[in-house]
């Protein structure tokens, strides 16, 4: 009787239990997904595809299943891979190593080196897609965030812990700005990840945009425009993950993504090719679903420092409510917006103060200095609403006391505005130069 029931124990366990296989045979690749036969393996996880004694191991990550088969993606490339190739399951998801000593570095998604300096000894790991934030967590966002940028620390301050896109066209200084803006923020590390770029511009935004001063304190995380789709994702998910590395240690980060359209972009890519239905202009439902997952990573914690993200957009044909750009202007905290226009005058950088906006300025900046930002942009609003008028000469003065104000404010104050990229203004400063042009005209 003992015998049986412990039999009857043992089929109730077998029945109940889930034998895994860890490994599979490649049956397909389409170009940028393979499908396999086993192993069993969760999505996110990754394997290794084998490719023969002569190369080594190529590492993919599982993303779907279809038909019963599984559904991989690599992050290099697939030559030399044939079918029915061995498949291992490494029973994790991709994390990358952390430490103090990649301040200065240029690193790629996986945290290896890329300047040809000595390895990085890592601290500790992180998961690059962690669970979400506890809420009660969150610190409040009311201590201003100094960018060294005029045109934004007088007229719209941002604050310490904010999210912030930089939404621009192609050619408009959005490069210039951000390495302006990473060079003279005041912060205790910059991180700084390049997604999707031409190779020839990573030298140069290193070198120039960002120079010796801006890269002593930054972290720079790169994936090029020749890289899988899924590296450019993973890029983005890792400098995230560095960045929480150090707001964890109590320190105030900068991290800046350029940029996030290229992000969305590579993530098309993914889902297309696991067959998601393509929406509004072929993005697929993954894409507005991830892009608050990753905004959500930023902010500032009661328990830890603060991530302050600044994204930027490049909107296709200058179209601002493109649907990338549109869902990013619902989720951020604000938005810089560059022209073309602005651009072409000279005026760099080409910020548009008219049409961008800081959602926390009331609690970063006193009553007056609020004021002060809203009479400069009334001032301005008031000149680009009539500027056909004075440029032909059709306007006589006297006519509007108002446009006779803004026309003889807006030489000094669109110079107020102007900044080249090595000159660091501090808030105060920017404050006290505007103030100055229009509560001089007023006395």
């Known amino acids: 009787m003992n015998i049986v029931s412990t039999l009857d124990r043992y089929k109730q366990a077998l029945a109940n239990s889930r034998f895994s296989v860890d ?32 190369s080594a191991p190529v590492l993919a990550e599982a993303v779907g299943f279809r038909d019963g088969h599984l559904l991989l993606m690599p992050f290099g490339h697939m030559r030399g891979i044939a079918v029915g190739a061995r ?20 690193i790629d998604a996986f945290g290896e080196p890329l300047d040809g300096g000595e390895a990085i000894r890592a601290e500790a790991f992180r998961d690059v897609q962690p669970p979400p934030i506890n809420p009660l967590r969150r610190a409040p966002l009311d201590e201003a965030l ?23 066209g192609s050619g408009v200084g959005k490069s210039t700005l951000l390495g302006m803006m990473a ?25 120039e945009a960002l120079g010796v001063q801006g890269r002593e304190r930054s972290v720079m995380l790169v994936a090029t425009a020749d890289q899988p789709a899924l590296v450019r994702t993973h890029a983005v998910h890792a400098a995230h993950a560095v960045a929480d590395y150090f707001r964890e240690q109590g320190l105030n980060v900068l991290l800046m993504v350029d940029s996030i359209t290229r992000f ?4 098309r890519e993914i889902g ?17 679903n991830l892009l608050p997952q990753i905004l959500e990573r930023g902010g500032r ?17 200058d179209d601002m409510n493109e649907p990338v750009a549109d869902h990013m202007r619902a989720i951020l905290d604000g938005h810089v917006v560059l022209s073309r226009d602005l651009a072409a005058r000279g005026q760099l950088p080409a910020i548009d103060l008219l049409s961008s906006v800081s959602r926390l300025v009331s609690r970063v900046t006193s009553r007056e200095d609020r004021e002060l930002a809203v009479r400069a942009r009334s001032i301005l609003s008031t000149y680009e609403n009539s500027r056909d008028l004075i440029e032909m000469g059709a306007y006589q003065a006297g006519n509007s006391a108002a446009l006779d104000e803004a026309i003889a404010l807006h030489p000094a104050l669109v110079a107020s505005l102007r900044q080249f990229p090595d000159e660091a203004l501090g808030r105060r400063e920017s404050v006290a130069r505007l103030r100055q042009i229009l509560e001089g005209a007023a006395t």
Do not use: W
């Not at 100094?146 to 939404?167: C, H, Y």
């Not at 005041?186 to 991180?191: F, G, L, Q, T």
């Not at 994204?311 to 296709?316: A, H, K, Q, R």
């Open 23 to 54: 490994c599979g045979r490649l049956v397909g690749y389409n170009g940028l997904v393979v499908e396999a036969a086993g192993p069993d393996v969760k999505v996110g996880e990754l394997c290794e595809i084998e490719a023969g004694h002569s």
């Open 87 to 106: 498949i291992r399951a490494l029973g994790r998801s991709l994390r990358i190593p952390v430490s103090r000593a990649m301040i200065g570095r240029v």
């Open 146 to 168: 100094e960018t060294g940028v005029s045109a934004i620390d007088a007229v719209m301050p941002l604050a310490k812990g904010q999210r912030v896109g930089i939404f621009a």
């Open 183 to 207: 060079r003279h923020v005041r912060a205790d590390v910059v991180v700084v990840a390049l997604i999707g770029e031409r190779g020839r511009e990573v030298g140069d935004f290193l070198d």
């Open 264 to 267: 969305a972009m590579a993530q």
């Open 272 to 288: 297309l090719a696991v067959g998601e239905p393509p929406t509004s202009r072929g993005y697929p439902p993954s894409v507005f």
């Open 301 to 317: 914690l009661r328990d830890a420092g603060s991530i302050s993200g600044i994204y930027s957009v490049l909107v296709e044909g």
